[in-house]
């Protein structure tokens, strides 16, 4: 597979990404890559045509002449590379004033919904059965699956990402166990100090979650709808969903790296790392304003909300009245 007698086509078909986008990722992971044959240049190539197309180890082995165990441990070794080099730069919450107001305008010009900062959802990846406690990632749609849970803005970007928890668990319980929980409970992140005034409510920044989640002071739910929603209520649930759809719209765009809606044939470890790796490569396209190929989602099936609703259980009075107070505003 000769670089120079590829297209441009041929780049962004086979790699998600153009040919000027891929040496510049080169560039940024070269000094961090050491290979003694064939290159780095031909290394990546290799890995991210594996994550972009998810064929078998031993096709990507005829592709590029390298042989089955070598390609395994080539996209292992840059993947592992990509989140150590590009995690970190590419993937971090908006924490200064102005970022967080940024995010803020951003989502209210989608759909008039105020302070929000961001959303949030989970995603099952399909794997093999691990060899340790399988049943533990059998999910409610019944195959193995390991929840990457993620934090997107107005850009579709992922701004936080938890991965490698078993398919069994909630969303909520991935949630309530994750750093960016502790985060936003220690107002490290969505601080208080730009809360604004809505219809006499201290309102924080917030983020938005679906009915998986509970209602928190800083994390706003749909309205349960039981069939006797108020007028109010249904036009917060309509703007709610209006806003959140960024989240469902990264998922399907981090599509482009098909990894993470075919089945992982790795162990869980290694399959957290390839996911991880694919976001971030996700975020590096978006920053480079490459092109999305609606096409690239044929055969590529995202799992996503495929559990039950958090309960209502003992809302927070504050969490409602600034429910309440949003949805005062929106209506």
């Given at each position: 597979m000769a670089e120079d007698q590829w297209t441009e086509n041929d780049?962004?078909?086979?790699?998600?990404?153009?040919?000027?986008?891929?040496?510049?990722?080169?560039?940024?992971?070269?000094?961090?890559?050491e290979r003694r044959d064939n290159g780095r240049y031909h290394c990546a190539k290799c890995d991210n045509y594996r994550l972009a197309d998810t064929a078998s180890y031993r096709t990507v082995s005829n592709l590029f002449g390298v042989g089955k165990s070598t390609v395994c441990q080539i996209v292992l070794e840059i993947c592992t590379c990509i989140v150590e080099v590009l995690f970190k730069r590419l993937v971090h919450l908006p924490v200064t004033r102005q970022d967080i107001e940024t995010e803020v305008a951003a989502f209210f010009m989608r759909a008039g919904f105020p302070q929000v900062v961001g959303a949030i959802d989970g995603c099952h990846v399909a794997i093999l059965a691990p060899n340790e406690n399988p049943e533990d990632y059998v999910n409610r749609k019944g195959f193995y699956s390991i929840i990457l849970q993620g934090l997107v803005d107005s850009k579709y970007l992922f701004r936080d990402m938890y991965v490698g928890w078993p398919g069994k668990v909630h969303d909520s319980r991935v949630f309530k166990?994750?750093?960016?929980?502790?985060?936003?409970?220690?107002?490290?992140?969505?601080?208080?100090?730009?809360?604004?005034?809505?219809?006499?409510?201290?309102?924080?920044?917030?983020?938005?979650?679906?009915?998986?989640?509970?209602?928190t002071n800083w994390l706003m739910r749909p309205f349960t709808d039981r069939g006797n929603l108020t007028n109010e209520e249904v036009a917060f649930n309509i703007g709610h969903s209006k806003t959140r759809v960024v989240v469902e719209n990264a998922f399907g765009k981090s599509g482009r790296f098909r990894s993470l809606g075919k089945r992982l044939d790795q162990s869980v470890e290694n399959a957290t790392i390839t996911v991880t790796a694919s976001c971030v490569l996700h975020n590096y396209c978006e920053v480079m304003k490459e092109e999305f190929d609606e096409e690239w989602l044929e055969g590529v099936q995202l799992h996503l909300n495929i559990q039950p609703c958090d309960r209502e259980e003992k809302q927070d009075r504050e969490a409602a009245d600034i429910r309440n107070a949003l949805k005062s505003f929106i209506s």
């Open positions: 780049w962004v078909g086979n790699l998600r990404m153009s040919k000027v986008t891929f040496q510049k990722l080169c560039e940024e992971l070269a000094p961090f890559i166990n994750s750093p960016l929980y502790y985060a936003c409970c220690a107002r490290t992140f969505l601080p208080m100090g730009l809360s604004k005034v809505i219809t006499n409510v201290v309102v924080p920044p917030v983020i938005l979650g679906d009915s998986a989640y509970g209602l």
